[in-house]
């Protein structure tokens, strides 16, 4: 079914889990989606998403923010988080378009929060600061053993490509960031949605289109009927 958005449908879906999940490969497969229902989409990733928050990535996942410690850690993903929402998230949600974005500020809950032990209520002065009112309507968690991920990670690994910052993390380190996610999830059932990434691409990806059908498409598709 084809049908217009029109701006009060613009939403904000971000993609979140540990590493090798497939958090890219499901968001691509959404957004496939989503365009052939004739809905303009926009992806994009943390920390990223503008050419001053990519100069941020590259210093952060090559390690060198990691001495500084993750409180700094968090500082800086939450500077790359502000540019990314002002110049590129607010302006397609203002228009009514859809944004979809591998990792957000769940990631910096789980990594520099749980994992990192800053202190949540720090955190969540970082992020009001960072997001303001843009939030996600929707969150994705993929759920996967650590080892398993870390297992497919290494095998899509291009031969000689270095590990970044948090791949070098130890299994428990993984395991552990797992456990934070699907403790996010429990404490925000009306927002966050975990699904068993241990399945195949497509049942995923199935999976990922009904929850998104339910939660906004089938109201539009009524609405323009």
Partial sequence: MTFQARPEQGHFITFEGGEGVGKSTQLARLAEHLRDCGLEVA????????????????????????PLGALAEAVLFS???????????????????????????????????????????????????????????????????AREGLARAAARRNSGEALDRFERETPAF???????????????????CVID???????????????VHDRFLAHAAQAAQ
């Fill in 43 to 66: 992806t994009t990733r943390e920390p990223g998403g503008t050419p001053k928050a990519e100069k941020l990535r590259r210093f952060l996942l090559s390690g060198r923010a990691a």
């Fill in 79 to 145: 500077a790359a988080r502000a540019d990314h929402v002002e110049t590129l998230i607010a302006p397609v949600l203002k228009r009514g378009g859809w944004v979809l974005c591998d990792r957000f500020a769940d990631s910096t809950r789980a990594y520099q929060g749980a994992q990192g032990g800053v202190d949540a209520r720090t955190l969540a002065l970082l992020e009001r600061a960072a997001v303001g009112d843009t939030r996600p309507d929707l969150t994705i968690i993929l759920d996967l053993p």
């Fill in 174 to 192: 993984h395991e552990a960031l797992r456990q934070a996610f699907l403790d996010i999830a429990e404490s925000e059932p009306e927002r966050c």
């Fill in 197 to 211: 990434a241990a399945r195949s691409v497509d049942d995923v990806a199935r999976a990922v289109r009904a929850i």
